[in-house]
Nanobody
């Protein structure tokens, strides 16, 4: 059974940094994408970043590409989201998820397994 667990969320002041982790178990990673999404109260779940777990190819959404980076540690079965220069509008629950193949990675419907999420709150 595939399981994803996010960690690293919390409360941070504007301009600060956080690193989120997504530990994945129960899935072989060749041919799979791990993505990060976020959802603020009353809003849709939005794409943040994704990485092809085998090749390391990555895609970061336009709204955060100058501040966020995605990476993975194969030995730890973990994908990271480094978030710098955080803004109050980054406040949301952040989710990681897996999808087969690295295409149309920004689409929520492409992902089949999701973690429970981790709260990120950025104060002004």
């Amino acid at each position: 059974q595939v399981q994803l667990v996010e960690s690293g969320g919390g409360l941070v002041q504007a301009g600060g940094s956080l690193r989120l982790s997504c530990e994945v178990s129960g899935r072989t990673f060749s041919g799979y994408t791990v993505g990060w999404f976020r959802q603020a109260p009353g809003k849709d779940r939005d794409f943040v970043a994704a990485i092809d777990y085998f090749s390391g190819s990555a895609y970061v959404g336009d709204t955060v590409k100058d501040r966020f980076t995605i990476s993975r540690d194969n030995a730890k079965n973990t994908v990271y989201l480094q978030m710098n220069t955080l803004k109050p509008e980054d406040t949301a629950i952040y989710y990681c998820a897996t999808a087969r193949g690295f295409f149309r990675v920004s689409l929520v419907e492409r992902y089949d397994y999701w973690g429970p999420g981790t709260q990120v709150t950025v104060s002004s």
